[in-house]
């Protein structure tokens, strides 16, 4: 593993497929300018909008945010996570949250299929229904070994609040943990941030956090702060509120000696 930059990038997607890719690469463009190598997406970063709607283009979201993290990949030469954006399953009429890892040649290095639907009447009144346009995941994030970016494995927004998933990323080698996310502005104040250091200090991992900013369409507002966080907890980078891209230093050198000042892992009983 080298030392490298990876970027986590945050947008305002709307239910507009195309003008959605074309404020991706526009952010990635900015991203790759900085030197990252590794790059993330939020959270249905191709379309934000109602259910139904999402569900009506899954079949031409699907087919085409493939195709363009692919070119993404070899035209910036990185490896670019496109956080969860949905697949259709055959004969269910309902789609998988998928997040895909690709790297510069274009070539898929890791799927994984959101397992925690976000089934929650949120207090300010927006009722969340996931289930309803959504199968869940049910296999356990694979962990990929890349030789020069370390081991990398994928979540989607709602699993940070389930520990047991990066516990067990954790006893697999786990160096980067992705959790792309369109998190709620009412949840995302208060536990956005706590949860994504919770997991970087408990697995002493590097967390990228890609993430959903301001009003996406009709009353749905999310929470920004697309950020990276080293394995000791601190926030190297953080989006603010504005589209835009969180940039650190992902170096296997602070990863060997944060795990040796505070050996936790070692430490388990269960
Ligand atoms: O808002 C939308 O339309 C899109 N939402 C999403 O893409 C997903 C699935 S509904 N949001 C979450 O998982 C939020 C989790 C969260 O906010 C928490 O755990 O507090």
Redo the contacts with the bound molecule.
Sequence with gaps: MKSYLAAAIQMTSVPELEKNLAQAEELIDLAVRQGAELVGLP??FPY?GEEKDKLAQAEAIAHKTEAFLKTMAQRYQITILGGGFPIPVEGTGKVYNTALLIDPNGQELSRYRKVHL?DVNVPDGNT?R?STTVMAGTELPSVYADELLGNIGLSV??DV?FPELYRYMSSKGVDVIFVP????AF??KD?WQVLLQARAIENTSYIIAPAQTGI?YNR?Q?HGHAMIIDPWGVILADAGEKPGVAIAEINPSRLEQVRRQMPSLQHRIF
């Design positions: 959270e249905n934000m976000f969340y996931e927004c709602y609040r996310a369109a998190f709620t949840t995302g536990h996406n749905r999310t």
